[in-house]
């Protein structure tokens, strides 16, 4: 059974870090995208990072340079660092493993951005 579970989630005042992790049991964690998303009330989810398959890794333009994702092979987990937070970080936090015609998603962890 494939399972992803997010931790790290909080409240943090604006202009705080938190770093969200994911660990990823079930699955050949080294085969698979690990990507990360988010949900605010009332929002689609949006697409935050992504590590792929060869180590590098994509962000989206609205945390560019403050997120910072990394992925452990030998640890199966996935990590996203965020700095400099802003009340419009506020959201669930997702990460998703995929690969093929696989898909998998974490229950999501609550980032609350405000003082």
């Known amino acids: 059974q494939v399972q992803l579970v997010e931790s790290g989630g909080g409240l943090v005042q604006p202009g705080g870090s938190l770093r969200l992790s994911c660990a990823v049991s079930g699955i050949d964690f080294s085969n698979y995208v690990l990507d990360w998303y988010r949900q605010a009330p009332g929002k689609q989810r949006e697409f935050i990072a992504s590590?792929?398959?060869?180590?590098?890794?994509n962000y989206a333009d609205s945390v560019k340079g403050r997120f910072t994702a990394s992925r452990d092979n030998a640890k199966n987990t996935v990590n996203l660092q965020m700095n400099s937070l802003k009340p419009e970080d506020a959201a669930v936090y997702y990460c998703?493993?995929?690969?093929?015609?696989?898909?998998?998603w974490g229950q999501g962890t609550q980032v609350t951005v405000s003082s």
């Open positions: 998703n493993v995929w690969g093929g015609t696989e898909n998998y």
């Open positions: 590590a792929t398959l060869g180590g590098s890794i």
